[in-house]
């Protein structure tokens, strides 16, 4: 049976030269053990060399649109792609982040959430309020009918006492509209991770025994209610999209075939018209090639000669 095996690479800014480019698709990280915090933060910290990014918190931008990609396979893994992007934020901190990050996150951000393609996960904290998190207005106004659009609500332990019930209604509210609605999430805090002893899913299960999250509908609560509604969603995506899908293909196919036998196969004519094949050609081959016949190659040269007589006679007279 095939091993778990995990890689990773360096996907390039579209606005990189052709260099940087190829020097960053160079770079690979094979047999990676795990995805764990030591290792991770080694191989970012790897990334970052590549990138030029170490000691860059003291220049300008703080953020990159370059892309780290992990690739995990296996026989037991999920065939889907996760795209994390960094969170929006409207203020600058100081020697960390700039106006042009601002800028640099906002615009990233929207070219993945544009992509009709793509299954957006907007995770907001549920213990602030809904409706001051701009990602949820960026997801209404990129996908108002709530088709591709699946709302995450973390931290639910942080919810002040008395303010569950407005959670909660947001769920209901939220299933009746015929969106995607919510999906609650309870993960581990900063106590357990460091403890590093926790079971996440198991602490998930024992919090929704508690009242009032008992009364969330369990297809709304947990991990593996996300994971079974994310099933549902690329299952609906890759049906909605196979077709046009299917045209981009042959597309791409076809201009790729152009391409290659009409202008860069070693067979295509723009290969066999070259310009060291046109530098061999006579003036007679040339202008032939160019249309004109011998005939009125000969009527044109005697004109011009009657015309270069008739110029040197003018000057002649007029001095």
């Known amino acids: 049976m095939a091993e778990r095996q995990i890689s990773a690479s360096i996907l390039p800014s579209s ?23 030591e290792d991770f933060t080694r191989t970012n910290q790897r990334v970052e060399a590549k990138c030029g990014l170490q000691g860059a918190r003291d220049r300008e931008p703080f953020f990159f649109c ?14 889907l792609s996760v795209i994390d992007v960094p969170g929006i934020f409207k203020n600058t901190t100081f020697n960390r982040t700039t106006k042009h990050d601002i800028t640099l996150v906002r615009n990233m951000v929207l070219r993945y959430m544009e992509s009709q393609r793509s299954i957006m996960l907007a995770v907001v904290p549920a213990n602030v309020d809904i409706a ?10 990129i996908d108002p009918e709530g088709e591709r659009t699946l709302r995450i609500l973390t931290k639910l332990d942080l919810v002040d006492k008395g303010a569950e019930h407005k959670v909660i209604q947001l769920i209901h509210d939220g299933n009746a509209n015929g969106q995607l ?30 009242a009032p999250w008992n009364s969330v509908p369990p297809e709304n609560y ?46 295509a004519p723009m290969n066999l018209f070259s310009p060291f094949w046109a530098n061999r050609l006579s003036n007679e081959r040339l202008e032939e090639i160019a249309g004109e016949g011998r005939a009125s190659t000969r009527r044109r040269r005697h004109l011009e000669k009657e015309i270069g007589d008739l110029e040197a006679g003018k000057a002649v007279l007029l001095g």
């Open 15 to 37: 606005d990189a030269n052709t260099e940087e480019d190829k020097k960053l698709r160079r770079w690979k990280a094979a047999g990676l053990q795990s995805l764990d915090a």
């Open 132 to 141: 001051t998190q701009e990602i949820i207005e960026m997801a209404r106004e």
């Open 222 to 267: 947990g991990m593996s209610a996300l994971m079974g509604r994310l099933q549902e969603l690329l299952t609906s995506n890759v049906r909605r999209e196979l077709p046009s899908a299917s045209v981009t293909f042959c597309c791409c196919v076809c201009m790729q075939a152009a391409d290659h036998f009409l202008v860069t196969g070693p067979e």
């Open 66 to 79: 370059c892309v780290l990609q992990l690739e995990i396979r296996g026989p037991n893994e999920s065939h």
């Open 181 to 210: 609605g919510w999906i609650l999430v309870r993960n581990l805090g900063q106590n357990q991770l460091q403890a590093g002893d926790a079971d996440r899913d198991a602490e998930e299960r024992i919090f929704y025994q508690n």
